[in-house]
């Protein structure tokens, strides 16, 4: 009991000493306010900042469209802020890096709602923020937007291709082709195939373009001619053309005669891989295989079936062109003079024109040029060599 009561005594002593302690001085500004008493020893520290005086709600500037500038106008604040900061804001949220005065609208706004906040600063006021009003950024359009040309044969088995056009700038395209103006179920790439179904129809094609930020634009092509209908394929090959095997023509082994103009041809896969390939003036033989796709001839002329075609033996081959090996030239050593230096010959296996049918070639310089044609050679081509003559079997 005396040990509590020293207790009560000491502690009653202490608060005593505590609440006629003086505090330290304290060097109080204008805007610090100290109250010290005997009966509240506690010192408060207020921060009495000012305000400014006018705080002005900032506007924003320019066009609200993606691909636009717009600018922050923060208007006259009182007293004048040291700093005036920005930060713009996407649909309440800030947008980084985008604490300029200007900010120009990308792909990302479109759409949204764009604003901007302006935060005053200066020495002994309250930093203060004023936030703008908001405006529903619009969607950019497409500089330029073509329609699109459906281009190719509207023939059955032919394949159509589609030409965009300039679109600026460049847009993500995706298709979407038409008979009778009805959607073709599956075609939805930049190329179709004519089939059976479309003839007696028109066929278009659909483009819709898109990109990120901008107003999504639809397009339709003008109807192709209406397709007609499907017809045999043909057993002779139309002089400079492009022709379907099995569709525009029968396969098979086929003779031309370009005179004195060079004559191209070329044999195709459905890849468009090169399967054979022909040049040079005067006659040509060629064997269609029922597996090529496509058949390629310029300056040609019209190839006709070599069945019916009477082909007899050349006493002298002529100088250009390409000759069955059998029926036209006998095996055996032939000659030429080769005036100009410039002779090409070769030897082929078969008429496919194929590298894999190649038996021998060269290209001599030197006057009186000599080859053996061997008897299991299909063509003999010549160009440039003089007219060769048969000297030994």
């Not at 030897?347 to 044609?373: H, K, M």
Request: glycine share 8%.
């Amino acid at each position: 009991m005396m040990y509590t009561k020293h207790l009560l005594r000491t502690a009653s002593v202490l608060l005593l000493s505590a609440a006629l302690i003086v505090p330290a001085q304290v060097s109080a500004s204008a805007d610090t306010v100290v109250h010290t008493t005997a009966a509240s020893p506690v010192t408060h520290i207020l921060a009495s900042t000012k305000a400014f005086s006018k705080a002005p709600v900032p506007k924003v500037t320019g066009v609200r469209q993606v691909g636009k500038a717009l600018t922050a106008v923060a208007g006259t604040w009182k007293s004048k802020p040291t700093t005036l900061r920005y930060q713009w804001t996407r649909n309440g949220k800030p947008i980084a890096h985008a604490t300029a005065k200007t900010y120009t609208l990308g792909a990302a706004d479109g759409g949204t709602r764009v604003g901007v906040v302006v935060t005053a600063k200066r020495s002994g006021y309250k930093t203060t923020s004023r936030t703008s009003a908001v405006s529903v950024i619009a969607l950019a359009t497409f500089v330029k937007a073509t329609r699109p040309i459906a281009s190719g044969d509207a023939v059955y088995g032919h394949t159509l291709q589609v030409y965009l056009g300039a679109w600026s700038p460049a847009p993500i395209a995706s298709y979407q082709w038409k008979s009778a103006g009805k959607p073709i179920a599956g075609a939805t790439r930049a190329s179709y195939t004519v089939a059976k179904t479309d003839v007696g129809h028109q066929i278009t094609v659909t483009v819709t373009g898109k990109r990120a930020g901008y107003n999504t634009v639809v397009a339709t092509s003008v109807g192709t001619k209406v397709v007609p209908a499907i017809q045999a394929p043909s057993t002779t090959v139309p002089a400079d053309s492009e022709s379907l095997v099995n569709v525009d023509i029968v396969p098979g082994t086929y003779i031309a005669t370009s005179g004195t103009v060079d004559c191209e041809w070329e044999r195709y896969s459905r890849n468009q891989d090169e399967l054979g390939y022909g040049f040079g003036p005067g006659q040509r033989i060629v064997t269609i295989s029922a597996s090529d796709y496509e058949f390629y001839s310029d300056g040609c002329g019209t190839w006709t079936p070599i069945a019916n075609v009477a082909l007899t033996a050349l006493t002298t081959i002529p100088d250009g062109g390409a000759f069955a090996v059998g029926s036209q030239v006998q095996p055996g050593e032939y000659t030429a003079p080769n005036p100009l230096g410039t002779c090409y010959w070769s030897l082929y296996s078969d008429y496919s024109g194929s590298e894999d049918s190649w038996i021998d070639y060269d290209y001599p310089e030197s006057a009186n040029v000599t080859v053996r044609v061997p008897a299991n050679a299909a063509l003999f081509e010549v160009d440039g060599c003089g007219p060769w003559t048969r000297i030994a079997d």
